[in-house]
């Protein structure tokens, strides 16, 4: 069987965003066609890459962002902490994307049942924080559990679209070249949720898109942060 590849990456963010939902559609129907994972392909990046998004995800075993997305080797520039937190090396890698590499796109990829905003509404119930380095994630996600209940969402998957919206928020309002780059045109910024057992995503914040329209996720895309 000729295994096809991708002759030309999506240079806008609606392409890239139309790219990315069709290959998860062929993962959830089982007829994934693994682009870009032959030798050839292999051999033909090894000197440069374009990948045509970022995909900024949680570092669950279960979220491999190029199966769940039927792509390959160069098309992808994943990023992944638990509970997809951000912090300084997460924000310089994907302004790394962005900037040097001209991705079109940003993802925040989180999931249903997400471990790491169980342990932090855990630890915000019982007043008990994780000893070591867990404690910061469980602390970069608290800001999403006191949201939802300002919104009166309890349940554990109504917290994880906020807690992705909220990591949307903090990308754009902590990194001035992302910002900037949204408010150009250059790039967009979505927000998508992962069901572990169908296996299929959902867009949790974009606006629709269409060559014409950037996509934006919310609107402290528009707003430039201090410093800008």
Same mark, same amino acid.
């Given at each position: 069987?000729?295994?096809?590849?991708? %002759?030309? *990456?999506?240079?806008?963010?609606?392409?890239?965003? +139309?790219?990315? !939902? $069709?290959?998860?559609?062929? &993962?959830?129907? /089982?007829?994934?066609?693994?682009?870009?994972?032959?030798?050839?392909?292999?051999?033909?990046?090894?000197?440069? %890459?374009? *990948?045509?998004?970022?995909?900024?995800?949680?570092? +669950?075993?279960? !979220? $491999?962002?190029?199966?769940? &997305?039927?792509? /390959?080797?160069?098309?992808?520039?994943?990023?992944?902490?638990?509970?997809?937190?951000?912090?300084?090396?997460?924000?310089?890698?994907?302004?790394?994307?962005?900037?040097?590499?001209?991705?079109? !796109?940003?993802?925040?990829?989180?999931?249903?049942?997400?471990?790491?905003?169980?342990?932090?509404?855990?630890?915000?119930?019982?007043?008990?924080?994780?000893?070591?380095?867990?404690?910061?994630?469980?602390?970069?996600?608290?800001?999403?559990?006191?949201?939802?209940?300002?919104?009166?969402?309890?349940?554990?998957?109504?917290?994880?679209?906020?807690?992705?919206?909220?990591?949307?928020?903090?990308?754009?309002?902590?990194?001035?070249?992302?910002?900037?780059?949204?408010?150009?045109?250059?790039?967009?910024?979505?927000?998508?949720?992962?069901?572990?057992?169908?296996?299929?995503?959902?867009?949790?914040?974009?606006?629709?898109?269409?060559?014409?329209?950037?996509?934006?996720?919310?609107?402290?895309?528009?707003?430039?942060?201090?410093?800008?």
């Amino acid at each position: 069987m000729t295994v096809p590849a991708m %002759q030309q *990456p999506p240079t806008s963010p609606a392409q890239a965003l +139309d790219e990315l !939902l $069709a290959g998860n559609r062929r &993962f959830v129907a /089982g007829s994934p066609l693994h682009p870009n994972q032959d030798a050839g392909h292999r051999t033909a990046v090894a000197d440069g %890459q374009h *990948p045509f998004a970022v995909l900024v995800g949680c570092s +669950d075993s279960r !979220l $491999a962002a190029e199966i769940i &997305f039927d792509r /390959g080797l160069g098309d992808l520039f994943v990023v992944r902490t638990a509970g997809h937190t951000v912090g300084a090396e997460v924000l310089g890698s994907v302004e790394y994307a962005i900037t040097v590499l001209e991705t079109p !796109l940003v993802v925040v990829l989180g999931h249903d049942s997400c471990g790491a905003v169980q342990a932090a509404r855990e630890a915000d119930g019982t007043g008990a924080t994780p000893s070591g380095y867990l404690g910061a994630v469980v602390g970069a996600v608290v800001p999403s559990l006191r949201r939802a209940a300002r919104e009166g969402v309890d349940d554990i998957d109504g917290i994880v679209d906020i807690h992705i919206d909220h990591t949307i928020e903090l990308l754009l309002e902590r990194s001035v070249t992302l910002n900037r780059a949204v408010r150009d045109g250059r790039c967009a910024v979505v927000g998508m949720s992962y069901r572990l057992a169908a296996g299929e995503v959902r867009m949790v914040r974009a606006m629709p898109a269409s060559e014409d329209v950037t996509l934006v996720a919310g609107p402290a895309a528009f707003t430039a942060p201090s410093g800008s």
